[in-house]
């Protein structure tokens, strides 16, 4: 069966520290698809990278970095220097290699940046 | 461009009662998709629909029915509302090919919530 699993329930920084968010992944499939979600105060879901399970190249974009590896099944997000505004429910998702779409989910990081 | 609207945002139901939430996207897009997100659950797909007049059951479908007569509006029904029920509902829709993004997979739009409580 296939299994996402963020272990951390909710971390706290202070602002300008640096935090990283785990994500375990588990599955047989030999093509599969990873996902980053932000959910902010506000609700919505705002959708951050997707990786391919071929493609294990390290991702930055600001202050945001992903690191991918199939040998250990985790896609791990850090955030650098963070914000207030950072301070949200990060979520990592799955998908298979199959042709609905269909994400998995894993529960979810509360990440709160104190001033 | 409105990406993924759902009506309504907020809805008080007692126990019993039935309801419809309704997803309407202008996207053009063939997937579409009804989640529950519930206190240190994440989201759970409930089902979705992977063309008009198609759908299928995701991981937690009873209790729930849901069609899709246009290719533009999902719609996810409650006959007999539960307190079990009590959730936010997040809809999303997705194309059904790659559009040539380098990553290779299928992004999902979602709608803005819409949170319902049953009494």
């Known amino acids: 069966a296939q299994k996402v699993t963020q272990a951390q329930t909710e971390i706290s920084v202070v602002e300008k520290e640096d935090v990283t968010l785990d994500c375990v992944y588990e599955?047989?499939?030999?093509?599969?698809?990873l996902f980053w979600y932000k959910q902010p105060p506000s609700g919505e879901l705002v959708f951050l990278i997707r990786?391919?399970?071929?493609?294990?190249q390290n991702e930055i974009s600001g202050r945001y970095s992903w690191n991918f590896q199939k040998s250990t099944s985790s896609f791990n997000f850090t955030i650098t220097a963070s914000q207030v505004v950072d301070s949200a429910v990060y979520f990592c998702?799955?998908?298979?290699?199959?042709?609905?779409?269909?994400?998995?989910f894993g529960t979810g990081t509360l990440l709160a940046v104190q001033p | 461009n409105a990406g993924v609207t759902q009506t309504p945002k907020f809805r008080v139901l007692k126990t019993g009662q039935s309801m419809t939430l309704l997803c309407a996207q202008d996207?053009?897009?063939?997937?579409m998709y009804w989640y529950r997100q519930d206190p240190g659950m994440g989201l759970r797909l409930i089902h979705y629909?992977?063309?008009?007049?198609?759908?299928a059951k995701g991981e937690v479908p009873d209790g729930y029915n849901v069609s899709r007569l246009k290719k533009q509006n999902f719609l996810l029904g409650l006959e007999s509302a539960a307190p079990s029920q009590t959730s936010v509902y997040f809809c999303?829709?997705?194309?059904?090919?790659?559009?040539?993004?380098?990553?290779?997979?299928?992004?999902?739009?979602f709608g803005a919530g819409s949170r319902l409580t049953v009494l």
């Open positions: 629909s992977v063309g008009e007049g198609t759908t």
């Open positions: 990786r391919n399970s071929f493609d294990e």
């Open positions: 998702a799955f998908r298979g290699g199959g042709a609905t779409n269909k994400l998995i």
């Open positions: 599955t047989r499939d030999t093509t599969y698809y």
């Open positions: 999303a829709s997705s194309t059904s090919t790659d559009r040539g993004v380098r990553s290779g997979a299928n992004v999902l739009t």
């Open positions: 996207m053009n897009h063939e997937y």
